[in-house]
Structures are given as C-alpha cells and as structure tokens.
C-alpha cells in the first residue's frame, strides 16, 4: 500500500504538472511579458491547487476504506496515505517544473544554441533537412534532451534488463537470453521513442517534403537509439557463445523489419501512438498464431497489410 500510493502520487503530480505547464506556455499567453519564473510559479500554484483536493480525497478514501473493514485507527491511516501520496505527488511535480524551458521569446535558431557555446546534443543527428524535425516530433528545445523522471527511470529498467540478460547468458553460455533481450528492448525502445503527429500538421505538409523522406527522418533518430540498445546485449551474447554468432545476427535483422512495420503503424495512426503500438502488437500475435497453422505464408498477408497502411498514411499525408 505506501509503495501504491507514493507510485500513484507520482503519476498524479507529473501529469498534472505537465498540464499546468502547457497552460502556462499556452500560445495565447506569448503575448504577456511573462518570465520563465512567473510561468513556473504559475504552473506551481495551479499545480497545489489542483493537488490539494486530490490529496484530501486520497486520505477521505483510505479512512473510510478502514473505517469499514473495522480497522484501528482509520484516522491515522487516512493521514499516512495522504502524506504518502503528497511526498509522491510533490517530488515529481517539482522535477517536472524545474524541467520547463522558456520557449516563448525564443526561436528555434536561439534555442539550438547552448549559452555556454557547445553544441546541442542532438545536433549531429537531428540538423539535417528539414532541421530539428525529431525535436519537433519529441516536444523538445531544439538539440536538448530535458532530463524527466521518466527518461531516468526507462534508463534504469532497460540498463537492469540488459545486465540481468547478459548475466544468465554468461552463466549458461546460450546466446539465447542476451539476443531475444536485445531484440524485445530493441523494438520497445523504438516504439517508445517513435513519433509521428509531425505528419498531421499542416506546417509539414504544405512544405516541400515528400511523404518518404519526411518518414524517414522521424524514424532516424529512434532507430539509432534502438540500434545502440541492441548492440550491448548482442555483443554479450556473441562473447557467451561465439559460435553462435548467426542468432544476433538474425536478431539484428528481425529487429530492423519490425522496426519499419511499426513505422508504418505508427505513420498510419500519426497522433495515436498507443493504438498504433497496440494494432501492431496485435497484429504480430495474430500473425505468429497463424504460422503455426499455415507456417510462413502468413508473413505475406502481414506485408500486405504494413503495404496497406503505408499506402494509406501517403494518401493521408498528401490529401488531408
């Protein structure tokens, strides 16, 4: 239960922060001669204000809950979920405020530049034509990667599944366990990575860009950080068991096709990144079902359906 509740305080305190701060940076308020310190203070204030009465019917909640399984002191329990939820809700409200960037009285040139005059640190890879399109696509200052609470913890889960992967690969001397890792962490983190609503705005569209390369260019960027994930468990397991260099190989080229189906899922659906995931990941269940009836064959009607939606998310792009 306090575990449960700090998590469910951490969730409530960053999404309500990161909407108090879209408010705050609201297009209508560019106007106001508004400093980063007054909007985060704004944002702040709204943030408490909404936090407050989620806090007291988190507390009204769990005493009642124990008053009616007739538990002692159901009094004290209210109090300690609420202080347990405020103590969760708080920390990532404050991280995510203290994360804001002023992107009101600054172009995309000023915010590419580093005010200590190095370079940003997407800028070898996010600067090619049309430039800072994966920043666009991540709701990022150009070239800067904002630290959240979020990105420290995918770091850690995905750090602690490679570790854990490589390590039963070295004790059991199969490249098995390193390979699927790297190949299961892989796609995950391309399609948590991938973004595709850039596609729907008209700013894009009108634009002299062709439907492919535009594609292209949102996809770069999350398949070189897929690439760079599955090449530390794929180097551990060919260290494992050398002889079996063929299985990360193939790894890496199942997870390059997967890689681009998911594109194609998620450049069909532009501004729903979780129906995407979830059609695709449906769509492979379905798939792998049906191979064990009809074998490979199946693959074709899966290509035929990832050519579909591409041919579709073209007509979207090109046509409204």
């Given at each position: 239960m306090p575990s449960?509740?700090?998590?469910?305080?951490?969730?409530?305190?960053?999404?309500?922060?990161?909407?108090?701060?879209?408010?705050?940076?609201?297009?209508?308020?560019?106007?106001?001669?508004?400093?980063?310190?007054?909007?985060?203070?704004?944002?702040?204030?709204?943030?408490?204000?909404?936090?407050?009465?989620?806090?007291?019917?988190?507390?009204?909640?769990?005493?009642?809950?124990?008053?009616?399984?007739?538990?002692?002191?159901?009094?004290?329990?209210?109090?300690?979920?609420?202080?347990?939820?405020?103590?969760g809700f708080c920390a990532?409200?404050?991280?995510?405020?203290?994360?804001?960037?002023?992107?009101?009285d600054a172009d995309t040139a000023?915010?590419?530049?580093?005010?200590?005059?190095?370079?940003?640190?997407?800028?070898?890879?996010?600067?090619?034509?049309?430039?800072?399109?994966?920043?666009?696509?991540?709701?990022l200052p150009a070239g800067r990667i904002v630290l959240s609470w979020r990105l420290v913890g995918a770091a850690i889960l995905f750090g602690f599944?490679?570790?854990?992967?490589?390590?039963?690969?070295?004790?059991?001397?199969?490249?098995?366990?390193?390979?699927?890792?790297?190949?299961?962490?892989?796609?995950?983190?391309?399609?948590?990575?991938?973004?595709?609503?850039?596609?729907?705005?008209?700013?894009?569209?009108?634009?002299?860009?062709?439907?492919?390369?535009?594609?292209l260019r949102l996809a770069r960027l999350p398949l070189q950080l897929s690439v760079a994930y599955f090449l530390l468990p794929a180097v551990a397991a060919l260290a494992a068991e050398p002889s079996a260099w063929a299985l990360p190989l193939a790894s890496g080229f199942w997870l390059l096709a997967l890689n681009g189906a998911y594109a194609v899922f998620a450049a069909y659906f532009m501004t729903s990144p979780f129906v995407a995931a979830l059609s695709f990941l449906g769509s492979i269940a379905y798939t792998s079902y049906e191979s064990l009836e009809y074998g490979r064959t199946v693959l074709i009607g899966f290509a035929a359906l990832v050519l579909f939606?591409?041919?579709?998310?073209q007509r979207r792009y090109r046509h409204g």
């Open positions: 449960a509740l700090l998590i469910l305080g951490g969730f409530a305190g960053n999404a309500l922060a990161r909407l108090c701060l879209s408010r705050a940076f609201a297009p209508f308020l560019k106007a106001l001669p508004l400093s980063l310190r007054e909007r985060r203070r704004m944002a702040a204030v709204a943030a408490c204000a909404l936090g407050v009465p989620i806090v007291f019917i988190v507390a009204a909640a769990v005493g009642l809950g124990c008053l009616v399984i007739a538990k002692p002191l159901a009094a004290t329990w209210g109090l300690g979920a609420a202080i347990l939820f405020g103590a990532t409200a404050v991280l995510c405020l203290r994360s804001a960037r002023d992107l009101v000023d915010l590419a530049r580093d005010p200590d005059g190095r370079r940003p640190l997407l800028g070898a890879v996010d600067r090619s034509t049309p430039a800072w399109l994966s920043s666009w696509a991540w709701d599944a490679t570790v854990v992967a490589a390590s039963i690969s070295f004790v059991r001397h199969d490249a098995v366990p390193a390979a699927m890792a790297g190949l299961t962490g892989g796609l995950l983190v391309f399609m948590l990575s991938a973004r595709f609503h850039p596609l729907d705005s008209p700013v894009l569209r009108t634009a002299p860009l062709g439907f492919t390369r535009a594609w939606l591409w041919h579709r998310a």
